[in-house]
C-alpha cells in the first residue's frame, strides 16, 4: 500500500511563499500524486494533481522529481485564508479508488 | 465550476432511527463515494459506486450501512439503524472516471448527529 508522510504542521505569514512536501516512497508506476485542502466543518477541495515534474494552476504549484518518491506542494503567497489543514495522497494500487487521507498538515498562516 | 452539493447540511436523529443522507454529484460523473469525518479524526473511506453497483466498500460499511442511486442525478446513503458513534461529518464525492488521474471532488459534507 502507498503511505505518504508530511509534516504535522507548519507557520508561515501572509506574502511568504509555503512549500509542503510529502514522501511516498512506495508509490506505484500508474499513480498519480493528489493534493487536497481542508477547512474546518467543510469537505476536502482538490488543489492540483500530478505525475512527474511540474504542474502549475492558478492556486499552486506540485514539483514531483524524477524518482516520485517525494513531491512538494507550492502555495505562492499566502493570505490568512491559506490556513487550513493540506493532505498529500496517492492511490492504494491495484484499481483501488479510495483514498486514505493521512492527518495531513496543518497550515497556520499569520497576519 | 461545477461541484457536488449535499443535503441537508445537518441532521439531528434519535438513536436507532433510519437516516438517508442525500448528494448530487458532478453531472457527468460516473463514479461515486462517501467517506465520514468523526469529529477531530481522519477522512475515512466508506464505500464507492459506479454503474450501479458498489465497487468498494471499507470495513466501517457494514450491514447498517446501504446506498443507492435512485434516479439519475441524486445519490444517497442510508444508514438502517443509527448509533451513538455514527455521529459524523459524512462527505460524498464523484469523480469523471475511477483512475487515479481523475480526482475526487467533495461536497460540503453533511453533519450528522445522534442524540
Known amino acids: 500500500l502507498a503511505k505518504t508522510t508530511q509534516p504535522i504542521s507548519m507557520d508561515s505569514y501572509e506574502g511568504q511563499e509555503v512549500n509542503i512536501t510529502c514522501s511516498h516512497n512506495n508509490i506505484a508506476t500508474n499513480d498519480y500524486i493528489t493534493w487536497y485542502q481542508q477547512f474546518p466543518s467543510q469537505g476536502p477541495r482538490f488543489i492540483i494533481q500530478g505525475y512527474k515534474t511540474k504542474v502549475t494552476n492558478e492556486v499552486a504549484s506540485l514539483f514531483i522529481p524524477a524518482d516520485r518518491k517525494s513531491s512538494t506542494l507550492s502555495l505562492p503567497r499566502v493570505s490568512l485564508s491559506d490556513t487550513a489543514v493540506y493532505y498529500c495522497?496517492?492511490?492504494?494500487?491495484?484499481?483501488?479508488?479510495?483514498?486514505?487521507f493521512g492527518s495531513g498538515t496543518r497550515l497556520q498562516v499569520q497576519p | 465550476e461545477p461541484e457536488v452539493t449535499q443535503t441537508p447540511s445537518h441532521q439531528v436523529t434519535q438513536m436507532g432511527q433510519e437516516v438517508i443522507l442525500r448528494c448530487v454529484p458532478i453531472s457527468n460523473h460516473l463514479y461515486f463515494y462517501w467517506y465520514r469525518q468523526i469529529l477531530g479524526q481522519k477522512v475515512e473511506f466508506l464505500v464507492s459506486?459506479?454503474?450501479?453497483?458498489?465497487?468498494?466498500k471499507s470495513e466501517i460499511f457494514d450491514d447498517q450501512f446501504s446506498v443507492e442511486r435512485p434516479d439519475g442525478s441524486n445519490f444517497t446513503l442510508k444508514i438502517r439503524s443509527t448509533k451513538l458513534e455514527d455521529s459524523a461529518m459524512y462527505f460524498c464525492a464523484s469523480s469523471r472516471t475511477g483512475g487515479t488521474d481523475q480526482p475526487q471532488h467533495f461536497g460540503d459534507g453533511t453533519r450528522l448527529s445522534i442524540l
Open positions: 495522497l496517492v492511490a492504494l494500487g491495484g484499481g483501488r479508488r479510495a483514498l486514505t
Open positions: 459506486f459506479y454503474n450501479n453497483e458498489i465497487s468498494e
